[in-house]
Every structure is written in C-alpha cells, then in structure tokens.
C-alpha cells in the first residue's frame, strides 16, 4: 500500500480564502518593500501589517513569507543605520550599497517562491 504525503505544509485549519487572503496580503508587503526603495515609509506600513496578520500565518507556507519579511526590514534596518553611521569614514556609501542590493535580493526571492507556491526557506 503506498502513502501519498503532500509536499505542502498543514494549512493550520484555513479554509482556501483564508489562505488566499494571507497570499494577497504577503503579495502587498513585498511590494510595500519594494516601494521603499522610492519612499522609505511604505516598509515601515509592510512591516505593521506582518506583526498584525503574523499569527493568522502560523501553520501555513506563508508563515515563513511574513518571518522572511520581518527579518528583512529589521536586518535592512540594522545595516542601515550602520551604513549612515559610518558615512562620515566613507565606509558607510559601500554598507548601504550592499544593504540595498542584499535587500533587492530577498524582495525578489521572497516574491517569486510566492509566486510559486513555495515557502522562503530559510526564514
């Protein structure tokens, strides 16, 4: 007797709109993301909305989107600031150099697993 084993995580109970919801809503934050390379506040609102619909992820593949999004902006953050601390020794143009692409890099592998159903691993 063979056992088929689904390749997803446990969906926690979501019913297929709550999971769509938590889609769309993990789809908007990475754009907020993005958008913060234009106007920095909109990382600042994608990150308000994963600490509120954080628990409503737990159990579901888009758990690790919001873990991936919240370390982002923090680590994004952290550097930073280092980055701009650190502009007075000129060090600091090339640590927000990186910290931009770095940040480039996790948007985008964030959005496309998105796209393809898949957790960021790892978180």
């Known amino acids: ?8 995580p446990a969906a926690a109970g979501k019913t297929a709109e709550e999971l769509a ?3 769309n ?6 754009a907020l993301q ?6 920095g506040v909109t990382a600042i609102i994608g990150i ?7 628990e409503d992820a737990r159990g579901t593949l888009y758990e690790s989107h919001f873990d991936w999004q919240i370390r982002s902006f923090w680590w994004g953050l952290l550097w ?14 090339f640590v927000l150099f990186a910290t931009w692409v770095w940040m480039i890099y996790r ?11 898949k957790p960021v691993m790892p978180a």
């Not at 007797?1 to 997803?8: C, G, N, Q």
């Not at 809503?25 to 990475?30: D, E, F, H, K, S």
């Open 107 to 117: 948007v985008v592998k964030g959005w496309l697993k998105l796209n393809e159903g």
């Open 1 to 8: 007797m063979t056992d088929i084993v689904s390749s997803e």
């Open 21 to 23: 919801g938590l889609k």
């Open 48 to 54: 308000v909305i994963n600490y509120v619909k954080r």
């Open 80 to 93: 930073s600031v280092v980055g701009v601390i650190l502009i007075f020794v000129l060090v600091g143009f």
């Open 34 to 39: 993005a958008l913060s390379f234009l106007w």
């Open 25 to 30: 809503i993990a789809m908007v934050v990475y």
